[in-house]
């Protein structure tokens, strides 16, 4: 993330970016339902890390949600060694994700300050608000439908020619660092976006005016 660019596209994640953190959401699951939280961080540490998962398979639009639930509720149990119902699980999962007002507001500025905006995200099945998406960015593009998931390379490369751009003119932020780095492989500026972080793009929205060099720290 060095030299002198003036990134003219903003790409960000949806979920622990344009929301509170996913795992808040999943930390309220557990305790609500009483789920072995061991069991529940290594069924989604497996599923995040092997490739061809369930859940990769759900991200690209290869298996169905409620298949997919099915798959997920049998690798957890509660702490009584009771079985946990799929139904409705993914709903229960993000039950508690909420806007993340802060970073949606930095997203509608860029757009108004004649960047490009695009909503980049692995999806889990579960029903986006496009319309209200589309009124902070131009273009949302969700791996189910693009049938490309991150962190792959192709899946930036999309993106950035949805928006009209070269990889290099854009700023790509992600609460995740897999996917940032990722973004950087392609050329793109990777953000690794976490709470509290919101005046270093506020900034590279500045930066972008002044013709200045953005080092991303």
Request: glycine share 8%; proline share 5%.
């Amino acid at each position: 993330m060095t030299g002198h660019r003036i990134p003219v596209g903003l790409i960000v994640d949806w979920g622990g970016v344009l929301t509170t953190p996913i795992n808040q959401s999943f930390s309220a699951f557990i305790a609500h339902e009483a789920i072995d939280s061991a069991m529940f961080s290594s069924a989604m540490r497996r599923m995040h890390d092997e490739p061809g998962s369930a859940l990769h398979q759900l991200e690209v639009g290869e298996l169905g949600a409620s298949e997919f639930e099915e798959r997920l509720a049998s690798q957890f149990l509660t702490t009584g060694g009771d079985p946990v119902s799929p139904e409705r699980l993914l709903e229960r999962m993000f039950s508690d994700v909420a806007r993340n007002a802060q970073m949606r507001s930095i997203v509608a500025a860029a757009r108004e300050r004649g960047w490009s905006t695009a909503v980049l995200s692995n999806a889990w099945g579960m029903p986006y608000d496009e319309a209200d998406l589309r009124t902070i960015v131009e273009t949302v593009l969700l791996s189910d439908k693009i049938r490309l998931r991150k962190p792959d390379p192709a899946a930036y490369l999309h993106a950035a020619a949805a928006i009209g751009l070269p990889p290099e003119a854009c700023v790509f932020v992600d609460d995740l660092r897999r996917n940032a780095l990722a973004a950087e492989s392609v050329g793109m500026v990777g953000f690794q976006y976490r709470g509290g972080d919101e005046h270093k793009l506020e900034k590279l929205l500045a930066l972008r005016e002044a013709n200045a060099r953005f080092s991303g720290k």
